[in-house]
C-alpha cells in the first residue's frame, strides 16, 4: 500500500493533521482540489491565532505548508470524489486517479453559498466573485457591491475599500450579524456604504456585469447599483454528500467523536467539515493534531 494516511484537504485542519502524523513517523498524502491554505488564504489579516498578534491568512498558510513539506508531506493537487473501503484499504477516487491507504483523514472545510441568482454562474469569473482576497485586484478604482452581512463581507468589505473606488454593502434584513468591532471600523470608512433590506434580484451584464438589481424588501421597490464587480459573502455551506455511504452526516457536516474518529474505523474528520460549535483556525489545528494522533495510532493497531 502506497500511503499510511491520505488527508483530504489542505487547510489548517489537514496540514495539522499532517504535521502530527509526520512527526509519527508515518507517510502521508495529502490532496488539494484548488490551492493549499484553505479559506484562511483568503483573509488579510489573521488576528486571533493564540501568540500571533497578526499575520495574513496567505503567510500562515505558507509557514504551516513549509512545515509539513520540510517534513516530507507528499500531495496532489487533485479533487477527492469518492472513497471505497476494501478490507482494511481506503480507495480515495479523484479526478484523475485512484490512491490507496491504510487511513483517510477528511479535512474538507466548507464552501462558499451561493445565492440560487439564474445569472450568478454564468458570470462568476465576469464580475461575480467569493473572494475579495483573490478578485480584488480585478476591480482596482471600481464600484463594487458586497452582497452580506456578516464577519467575512465586513472584513472583504475592508480589504476592497483599500484598492476600489466605492463599496456598497448590501444586507437582507434590516441589520449586521457581524463582530461590533468589525461593524465600526467598517462605518469609519468613507468610500464604503451600506444598504439593508435589500434581496437580489438580477444581475446585469454581457459580458460583464454592469449593475445589480435589488428589491426593497420595505417599500417593495426596485433599486439598481452600477458596478463592475458583486462581491457575495452569504455564508459557507459543507460537500460531504459524496462520503454519506461512509460516514454519518447531520445537515451536511460530518459526525465524529472527541477523537475525530467517524463510523467507520480508520476514517476521520477534522476541522470545519465536521459538526462543532466554533469553525476558526484555532479550532480546526486543534481537530487536525486530534485526528493526526488518532490515526497514528489506529495504524499502530493494524497487523
Ligand atoms: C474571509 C475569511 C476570513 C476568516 N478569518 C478568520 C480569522 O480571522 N480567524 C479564524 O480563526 N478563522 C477565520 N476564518 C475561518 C477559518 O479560515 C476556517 O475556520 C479554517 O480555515 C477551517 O480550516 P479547515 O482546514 O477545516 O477548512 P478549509 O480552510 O475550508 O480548508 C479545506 C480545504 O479542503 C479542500 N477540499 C475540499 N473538498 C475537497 C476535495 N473533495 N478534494 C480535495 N480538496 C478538497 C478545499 O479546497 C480547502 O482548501 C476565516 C474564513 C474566511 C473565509
Known amino acids: 500500500m502506497a500511503q499510511d494516511v491520505i488527508i483530504i484537504g489542505g487547510g489548517p485542519a489537514a496540514m495539522s493533521a499532517a504535521l502530527y502524523l509526520l512527526r509519527s513517523g508515518k507517510k502521508v498524502l495529502l490532496l488539494e482540489k484548488e490551492a493549499f491554505g484553505g479559506q484562511i488564504a483568503e483573509s488579510p489579516r489573521l488576528e486571533n491565532y493564540p501568540s500571533i498578534q497578526s499575520i495574513s491568512?496567505?503567510?500562515f498558510s505558507d509557514n504551516l505548508f513549509n512545515q509539513i513539506m520540510g517534513l516530507g508531506a507528499e500531495f496532489e493537487l487533485e479533487e477527492a470524489e469518492s472513497i471505497e473501503k476494501k478490507g482494511d484499504a481506503f480507495l480515495v477516487h479523484t479526478n484523475y486517479q485512484t490512491h490507496e491507504a491504510k487511513a483517510v483523514i477528511l479535512a474538507t472545510?466548507?464552501?462558499h453559498r451561493k445565492l440560487?441568482?439564474?445569472?450568478?454562474e454564468e458570470l462568476t469569473g465576469h464580475g461575480i466573485s467569493y473572494c475579495a482576497v483573490c478578485d480584488g485586484d480585478f476591480?482596482?478604482?471600481?464600484d463594487v457591491v458586497l452582497i452580506g452581512d456578516a464577519n467575512t463581507a465586513l472584513q472583504y468589505a475592508l480589504l476592497l475599500a483599500?484598492?476600489?473606488?466605492?463599496?456598497?454593502?448590501?444586507?437582507?434584513?434590516?441589520?449586521?450579524?457581524?463582530?461590533?468591532i468589525l461593524v465600526e471600523a467598517m462605518k469609519k470608512v468613507p468610500n464604503i456604504s451600506y444598504r439593508h433590506n435589500l434581496n437580489t434580484k438580477e444581475f446585469k451584464g454581457s459580458p460583464d456585469l454592469t449593475s445589480v438589481v435589488f428589491t426593497n424588501t420595505v417599500t417593495r421597490e426596485e433599486e439598481e447599483?452600477?458596478?463592475?464587480g458583486a462581491f457575495i459573502a452569504i455564508g459557507q455551506i459543507p460537500d460531504n454528500d459524496r462520503y454519506a455511504n461512509l460516514?454519518?452526516?447531520?445537515?451536511?457536516?460530518?459526525?465524529?467523536?472527541?477523537?475525530?474518529?467517524t463510523k467507520t474505523p480508520g476514517l476521520f474528520a477534522a476541522g470545519d467539515c465536521r459538526v462543532k460549535g466554533v469553525r476558526q483556525v484555532v479550532t480546526a489545528v486543534n481537530d487536525g493534531a486530534i485526528a493526526g494522533l488518532s490515526a497514528a495510532n489506529y495504524l499502530n493497531t493494524l497487523k
Request: hydrophobic share 35%; with cysteine; proline share 4%.
Open 109 to 111: 472545510g466548507v464552501k
Open 162 to 180: 483599500g484598492k476600489c473606488h466605492h463599496v456598497t454593502i448590501c444586507t437582507l434584513f434590516d441589520r449586521f450579524f457581524a463582530d461590533e
Open 57 to 59: 491568512g496567505l503567510e
Open 139 to 142: 476591480f482596482s478604482g471600481k
Open 116 to 120: 440560487g441568482n439564474p445569472r450568478e
Open 225 to 228: 447599483f452600477p458596478c463592475a
Open 247 to 261: 460516514v454519518e452526516l447531520e445537515k451536511g457536516f460530518i459526525k465524529a467523536n472527541e477523537k475525530m474518529e
